[in-house]
C-alpha cells in the first residue's frame, strides 16, 4: 500500500498506477475512492464528507498532458485533489484543470452537463480531448475592474489555471471572469475559429466582439459621451 502522495507522483512522473488508502491509479486515470462509512484514522466524522463517493481526478490524454478535473468536492477527495494539482504544479508537466462537468457539456453541445451521466468513455475523452495551451497553475490574483461609468477598483479572483482545450473538432477556453460574484466566475467558453488559439491572449480576444477589437486598436476603452 502506497501513500496517496506517492501515487499521485508516480502516477505523474512515471506514468505508473499504485494504490493507496482511498487513491487509485493506473497508467491513465487517477481516481479516488471513499468508502461507507469513512471513518478516517478510526474516528467519526462530521459534517459534509464524501463517503461511499468515487471520482475521477485525472486523466493522462493521448498528446501526453494530464486532464485533471477541477469540480468540487468533498472532503477527501477535495484534498487528493489539492495534492494532485500542487504536484502538477512542481512537475512541469502539461495539464489543464477543467471540471469534467464542463467537459460533457461542451461535448453534448449542452445537452448532458453531469459527468457521471457521460455518453462517453475514458478511452473517447483521451482521444478526442487534447491539451492546446496548458494551465499556468491553480492561483488567487489581484486584477483591475472597471465599473460602467470608468472607474477602476482591484478585486481579488481565484483561478483553476487559464487554459485552452480541444474537445473534439472544436477549441474552448478555460478561464475566470474576473467580474462575475464573488472570487471570479468560471467559465467554459467555445472560441469561434478552426485553428487553435497559440496563446491565452489569442483566446481572450477571440471572445470579444468585433466592435470592441476594433475600438481597442483604436486605442478607444469607453464610449465616448454623446
Not at 471513499?34 to 478510526?42: E, F, M, S
Not at 477541477?70 to 477527501?76: H, I, K, L, M, V
Not at 445537452?111 to 492561483?139: C, H, T, Y
Not at 480541444?166 to 472560441?191: I, N, P, Q
Amino acid at each position: 500500500m502506497q501513500t496517496h502522495l506517492s501515487v499521485i507522483e508516480n502516477f505523474i512522473r512515471e506514468g505508473k498506477g499504485g494504490k493507496g488508502t482511498y487513491l487509485r491509479a493506473t497508467d491513465d486515470v487517477l481516481s479516488s475512492k471513499i468508502p461507507y462509512p469513512y471513518h478516517p484514522y478510526g474516528h467519526r466524522t462530521w459534517g459534509r464528507n464524501a463517503a461511499g463517493q468515487t471520482a475521477e481526478l485525472a486523466v493522462r490524454l493521448k498528446d501526453g498532458s494530464i486532464l485533471t478535473n477541477g469540480a468540487r468536492f468533498d472532503t477527501p477527495i477535495d484534498e487528493h485533489q489539492r495534492n494532485l494539482i500542487s504536484a502538477l504544479e512542481e512537475s512541469h508537466r502539461r495539464f489543464s484543470v477543467v471540471p469534467f462537468h464542463s467537459i460533457t457539456a461542451a461535448w453534448t453541445d449542452g445537452k448532458i452537463d453531469d459527468w457521471s451521466n457521460a455518453p462517453f468513455g475514458i478511452s473517447d475523452l483521451q482521444k478526442e480531448v487534447s491539451v492546446v495551451v496548458p494551465s499556468g497553475g491553480e492561483e488567487w490574483k489581484y486584477v483591475k475592474v472597471k465599473d460602467k461609468n470608468g472607474r477602476i477598483t482591484e478585486r481579488q479572483i481565484h483561478t483553476l489555471g487559464d487554459s485552452v482545450l480541444r474537445v473534439k473538432d472544436h477549441f474552448y477556453l478555460s478561464g475566470v471572469d474576473e467580474t462575475g460574484h464573488g472570487a471570479g466566475m468560471y467559465f467554459f467558453a467555445e472560441l469561434t475559429t478552426k485553428e487553435a488559439p497559440p496563446t491565452l491572449e489569442t483566446a481572450y480576444n477571440a471572445l470579444k466582439p468585433k466592435v470592441v477589437r476594433e475600438a481597442e486598436s483604436r486605442g478607444l476603452n469607453r464610449p465616448t459621451p454623446g
